[in-house]
């Protein structure tokens, strides 16, 4: 008997054909092993899979595995309790992942509550405080309050004061940089605690170029490091240190009604 040309898709078709050719339901599949139907090639191979589904069907199934498969945990709302539901490493993977989006969108939320205007810088300005050490400044034994002249004839800064509550503490060194941004930026290096004084122009509007203020000290803090920011006069001057606001609040404190 002749074989009956086929094309390279009912070859495929017929390759995965059914033994039990009264299911067929795809109108592909019918017509091919209708056209290979007489063929001794489809028959060899439907007689091999017929005997290899046979000798499948003896094989046991391990008890562990037939669980798997047993008909009343395939059935919709059997066994599947939220105890179980729990448990399932899925779930519990991602809950976990829920759990920490929703922790840090809360801390940024939260770390965001108490921002003003040049808080962005004061944030760097700490950890520039974090990696300066006295060698990087130029020596200065004075007040620190007596650095604003300084600060003004050398380098043209003005208003860059610092505040009464820092004014009286002396100097280790000083100097005056620019940061990334062009912003001229003066750092002062005290005796008491090792803290560190920053002066820096205060943010503006970038449509009327106005100075946006803010009332009174702001905290910020970082990596371990704090620092107490305040705007006078369109610069902001921040005192930091390391530790917490605890350590900064008596400075700040000290000389309020």
């Given amino acids: 008997m002749r074989t009956p040309r086929l094309s390279r898709g009912q070859r495929a078709l017929l390759n995965c054909a059914p033994v039990n050719q009264g299911k067929l339901t795809d109108r592909l599949m019918r017509s091919a092993v209708s ?19 046979a000798l499948v069907t003896l094989i046991p199934v391990p008890p562990e595995t037939a669980e798997w498969f047993a008909e009343k945990d395939l059935v919709v709302g059997s066994k ?32 965001r509550l108490n921002d003003f205007p040049g808080s962005a810088t ?3 300005l700490l950890t ?15 007040e620190a309050g007596t650095l604003s002249d300084l600060f003004f004839m050398k380098h043209g800064l003005e208003h860059y004061d610092v505040p009464e509550e820092f004014a009286d503490f002396r100097t280790i060194g000083c100097r005056v940089f620019e940061d ?9 290096w005290l005796a008491e605690k090792r803290m560190q004084l ?37 610069v902001c001057f921040m005192a930091a240190l390391r530790g917490g606001q605890k350590d900064l609040e008596p400075y700040i404190a000290k000389t309020k009604e």
């Avoid at 309790?81 to 940024?108: C, D, E, H, M, Y």
């Avoid at 520039?128 to 004075?142: E, I």
């Avoid at 990334?180 to 002062?188: G, K, V």
């Avoid at 449509?207 to 705007?231: D, M």
């Fill in 80 to 111: 599947w309790t939220w105890k179980k539901i729990v448990r399932n490493p899925a779930v519990l993977a991602i809950s976990i992942a829920v759990v920490v989006i929703a922790g840090v969108s809360v801390f940024q939320v939260l770390s």
């Fill in 128 to 142: 520039v405080a974090a990696s300066t050490r006295p060698v990087m400044l130029d020596p200065v034994s004075t």
């Fill in 198 to 234: 920053f002066l820096f122009p205060a943010e503006r509007n970038t449509k009327t170029g106005a100075v946006l203020r803010f009332p009174g000290w702001r905290y910020i803090s970082q990596e371990g490091w704090v620092g107490a920011v305040k705007e006078q006069s369109g």
């Fill in 122 to 124: 004061a944030r760097k």
């Fill in 35 to 53: 056209r290979a139907a007489d063929s001794p090639e489809f028959a060899n191979q439907q007689n091999f899979d017929r005997a290899v589904a």
């Fill in 180 to 188: 990334e941004e062009s912003l001229r930026i003066a750092q002062i």
